[in-house]
């Protein structure tokens, strides 16, 4: 957990406190258990003690203890992930109280941090956790050149502070035609990329000085900037079209900064091009719109990536409108049948969202010593028809 | 250069003989092996379906007679089901009503669509065959509405579903209430004012139906013609559907409460808060169509919506349909929007009806389209697997006997997948229309 500054293990202890000692101890029996490391048990056990995961394996190997609440399910697998969203800062009314995910006085805004804005009894986030997510990547928004920080959650919890796990995780940054119109600058793609070039180059400057011996005045945009380039965040650079994408692979050469590639519309056009830059994805909603700057979308994208290695995690994203948020569960369904395959997307549902974002010593797979997030079905999580029947949460019922 | 010319004057022989569709209409087509839903009646096995000139001529077992000219289709394995019917579309890049004013029955969507348009192509693929497009909601009438089949076509005509002998109806009247047609220069600027606007223009629609009853077929006596009034006229007569798009409970009840003092019939569109006022729904005996979607929210007066709706409806006794809203849900997953209303509680049967023969009331064609039974048009589906599993695809769709869809296929396929320049027009989001949902 590289990524894991001091200042982020507080709130994943007061997670681990709020969480601990204040719920039954649990036992979970699925039909079949997809623990997402080895093969799927049948008729399997999973035994959760003090929020985290106690054990796991076959019924007739694991005798679960009497004063352990007993539930059962049809499947079980490890608690979904959704690896970028806005949920939380956009709101489900969409009047402008409740929509928090982009600022538009200026187009580079990486000061603005995802736990400011964090409604955690947001709708949509219950909305979500109803449907087996439970931690989302979310924070600012598309829509500008730097839209701000972006953070990971669990979807419980009554406030940011019960439900962050990663403070500060990335910054959200977009390419492409993307932009919010109500920011005036940049007016071209090539004007945003000069724009973004000599913001880093800046921050390059302020590293040195930060890394110096002389006194220096603390700017908080070049804070996050410079966390950046020492690999403390990683960008998030929503892009689609094909010759935007290779922009942001530049840029990433230039400045070699971690970066995850966010939608990628067109990356079946340059699947080589992204392999090698050893860059990962939050593959574009399956079911996305074809229009704008992702017209050329493909259902059959999330299975081309994943076919060509790279690592890869499916997002819910950002919607405008109606429906206010897309669901990872529905998008993986329908990604599952046009060329990814079952076993594949569960696994982007979890343990590969998990990694891509560097959580997975705590989440992503059913395992001894991780955090006990679970979902319980009546039947193949990815079908429409099959309903979701219980969440756990940290150890706790939440559905 | 000769054999290029040959080629193209067999090619034109060819669409002569055939037709646009270049599929002979004349040899029966028989379809062996599937799984038949026809909707009318039980689930069939290893049933037998036969169309010719554009019609269905037999369905049934294993043992009904194929004709000995028939093509035989081999679809074992395969489910057969009607075409779908989609009752509220923005497919093919129309418009409607503009800013002058609130109200336009005078408006035809039929002269903006583009009958070339990919989202034509699009919802062939999600196995659309007839669809009701309609203008947007931010008017109180935003204009007449189109009823289409999904024929392959060259103009507009080739697609219409003509109502009438007369061939001057195909389609009907979009109506909205609620927040989206509220504000700006002539427009109203509350929900009451609204409702007087549109009671306003009925009483003046029934001044000019007394006044062309009166003239008795004398030409002199006739008031001058106005588009509008003779459209409302229509709708008076029962010959045009209002299709009213409303969203809050007490809209709903609005949009009932008008179309009982003008006697007119009308189609619930969306009815986002129906859970609220099934019983009031099915107790004034006027369907529902409703659309589910992947989160609530997005817009105010939608916040309530339920996926639930089409269960609650079904229990209260209300004739329901699912629509796409296209591009609110995609056309290419309307079974999806079934399969998510039986997610919620609606009954399999019900859901199945609910984006065929339900919807097909609606438009009043179910005389000739949203079952699979003898004499009715030959629409129809070809699914690979259970209508509402998310690994089942719409592998051909057949409209009138022509087969419009192929999915293996790659210049179909691509249609039903997207892909690098596939789609060409833009979605109608409503977004930037001011919201249409």
Same mark, same amino acid.
């Given at each position: 957990m590289r990524s894991f500054s001091k200042l982020l293990l507080i709130p994943v202890l007061l997670v681990a406190f709020v969480f601990s000692n204040a719920e039954a101890q649990i036992a979970v029996k699925g039909e079949m258990v997809y623990t997402m490391a080895g093969d799927p048990i049948t008729d399997g056990v999973v035994l959760i003690k003090d929020g985290k995961i106690e054990r796991v394996g076959s019924a007739s190997d694991v005798s679960i203890p009497s004063n352990y609440e007993v539930h059962e399910a049809k499947v079980v697998t490890p608690g979904l992930i959704d690896a970028h969203s806005v949920v939380g800062l956009a709101g489900h009314l969409n009047q402008e109280h409740d929509q928090d995910q982009l600022e538009t006085s200026s187009a580079i805004q990486p000061e603005l941090r995802a736990i400011d804005a964090y409604n955690a009894r947001e709708a949509l986030v219950g909305h979500l956790r109803d449907h087996g997510i439970?931690?989302? !990547?979310?924070? !600012?928004?598309?829509?500008?050149?730097?839209?701000?920080?972006?953070?990971?959650?669990?979807?419980?919890?009554?406030?940011?502070?019960?439900?962050?796990?990663?403070?500060?995780?990335?910054?959200?940054?977009?390419?492409?035609?993307?932009?919010?119109?109500?920011?005036?600058?940049?007016?071209?793609?090539?004007k945003g990329i000069a724009m973004l070039r000599q913001t880093f180059i800046k921050a390059q400057d302020y590293l040195e000085k930060r890394n110096g011996e002389e006194e220096y005045s603390k700017d908080l945009g070049m804070e996050a900037l410079a966390d950046l380039l020492e690999g403390?965040?990683?960008?998030?650079?929503?892009?689609?079209?094909?010759?935007?994408i290779m922009t942001a692979l530049r840029l990433q050469e230039e400045f070699g900064f971690p970066m995850v590639l966010d939608g990628v519309a067109e990356a079946y056009l340059i699947l080589d091009e992204i392999k090698a830059a050893g860059v990962s994805v939050t593959v574009h909603p399956t079911m996305m719109r074809t229009y704008g700057d992702g017209k050329n979308a493909s259902m059959e994208t999330a299975g081309k990536i994943y076919e060509a290695g790279i690592p890869v995690a499916f997002q819910s994203g950002y919607e405008g409108y109606v429906p206010k948020t897309r669901v990872v569960l529905f998008e993986a369904g329908v990604a599952a049948a046009n060329g990814l395959g079952k076993e594949n997307a569960l696994k982007m549902l979890?343990?590969?969202?998990?990694?891509?974002?560097?959580?997975?010593?705590?989440?992503?797979?059913?395992?001894?010593?991780?955090?006990?997030?679970?979902?319980?079905?009546?039947?193949?999580?990815?079908?429409?028809?099959?309903n979701i029947t219980g969440v756990i949460i940290n150890g706790e019922k939440v559905k | 250069?000769?054999?290029?010319?040959?080629?193209?004057?067999? @090619?034109?022989?060819?669409?002569?003989?055939?037709?646009?569709?270049?599929?002979? =209409?004349?040899?029966? =087509? @028989?379809?062996?092996?599937? =799984?038949?839903?026809?909707?009318?009646?039980?689930?069939?096995?290893?049933?037998?379906?036969?169309?010719?000139d554009g019609k269905i001529t037999a369905v049934g077992g294993e043992n009904t007679r194929i004709p000995r000219n028939a093509d035989v289709h081999d679809v074992s394995g395969k489910i057969i089901m009607p075409g779908l019917v989609d009752t509220h579309s923005h497919i093919g890049e129309g418009d409607g009503g503009d800013r002058s004013s609130a109200l336009h029955p005078d408006v035809r969507i039929m002269d903006a669509i583009d009958p070339r348009s990919d989202t034509f192509y699009k919802a062939r693929a999600g196995g659309i065959t007839s669809v009701n497009i309609m203008p947007g909601s931010g008017h109180l009438m935003s204009g007449q509405t189109v009823y289409l089949k999904l024929r392959e076509a060259n103009t507009i005509e080739d697609m219409l579903i003509y109502l009438d002998?007369?061939?001057?109806?195909?389609?009907?009247?979009?109506?909205?209430?609620?927040?989206?047609?509220?504000?700006?220069?002539?427009?109203p600027g509350t929900r009451a004012k609204s409702a007087a606007m549109v009671r306003e223009l009925f009483v003046k629609a029934e001044e000019y139906q007394a006044k062309i009853e009166a003239a008795d077929g004398d030409e002199s006596k006739m008031p001058p013609r106005d588009i509008g009034l003779e459209t409302l006229v229509e709708v008076l007569e029962g010959k045009r559907t209002v299709h009213n798009h409303t969203h809050r409970h007490d809209d709903i009840l609005t949009a009932i409460r008008l179309s009982e003092e003008f006697g007119y019939d009308l189609v619930l569109q969306h009815v986002s808060e129906a859970w609220k006022v099934a019983d009031e729904i099915a107790e004034a005996g006027v369907p529902a169509s409703i659309i589910t979607l992947d989160s609530f929210g997005g817009k105010l007066e939608a916040a309530e919506i339920k996926n639930a709706n089409g269960k609650y409806l079904e229990e209260a006794g209300v004739l329901v349909g699912l629509h796409t809203d296209d591009g609110i849900t995609d056309s290419r997953l309307f079974l999806r929007s079934a399969a998510l209303a039986v997610r919620e509680g609606m009954s399999r049967k019900a859901a199945l009806e609910s984006v065929t023969i339900a919807n097909a009331k609606m438009m009043d064609i179910e005389d000739?389209?949203?079952?699979?039974?003898?004499?009715?048009?030959?629409?129809?589906?070809?699914?690979?697997?259970?209508?509402?599993?998310?690994?089942?695809?719409? +592998?051909?769709?057949?409209?009138?006997?022509?087969?419009?869809?192929?999915?293996?296929? +790659?210049?179909?396929?691509?249609? @039903?997948?997207?892909?690098?320049?596939?789609?060409?027009?833009?979605?109608?989001?409503?977004? +930037?229309?001011?919201?249409? =949902?």
């Open positions: 439970t931690t989302v !990547h979310t924070g !600012h928004g598309p829509g500008a050149l730097i839209s701000g920080q972006t953070m990971i959650v669990k979807t419980a919890g009554e406030t940011v502070e019960e439900s962050v796990v990663v403070p500060a995780k990335m910054l959200a940054m977009t390419l492409g035609n993307n932009m919010s119109r109500e920011i005036s600058k940049p007016g071209t793609r090539s403390k965040l990683t960008a998030l650079v929503t892009v689609h079209k094909a010759n935007d979890t343990i590969d969202a998990a990694k891509l974002l560097g959580i997975e010593d705590h989440v992503g797979s059913l395992v001894e010593g991780k955090d006990a997030d679970i979902a319980m079905f009546d039947g193949d999580p990815l079908e429409y028809v099959t | 250069m000769l054999k290029p010319i040959r080629s193209l004057v067999l @090619a034109l022989v060819g669409v002569l003989l055939f037709g646009v569709n270049g599929f002979s =209409q004349s040899t029966p =087509q @028989a379809f062996t092996g599937a =799984q038949i839903i026809p909707i009318s009646g039980e689930p069939i096995n290893n049933g037998v379906l036969v169309v010719e002998e007369e061939k001057t109806i195909y389609g009907g009247l979009k109506m909205a209430n609620g927040t989206n047609p509220l504000g700006g220069s002539g427009f000739r389209t949203g079952t699979l039974e003898k004499g009715k048009d030959a629409d129809f589906i070809i699914l690979s697997g259970d209508p509402f599993s998310v690994y089942t695809h719409v +592998e051909q769709t057949w409209i009138e006997g022509s087969k419009v869809f192929d999915r293996s296929n +790659e210049d179909h396929k691509k249609y @039903a997948t997207g892909g690098y320049e596939v789609f060409r027009g833009e979605v109608h989001t409503h977004h +930037e229309m001011g919201g249409s =949902q």
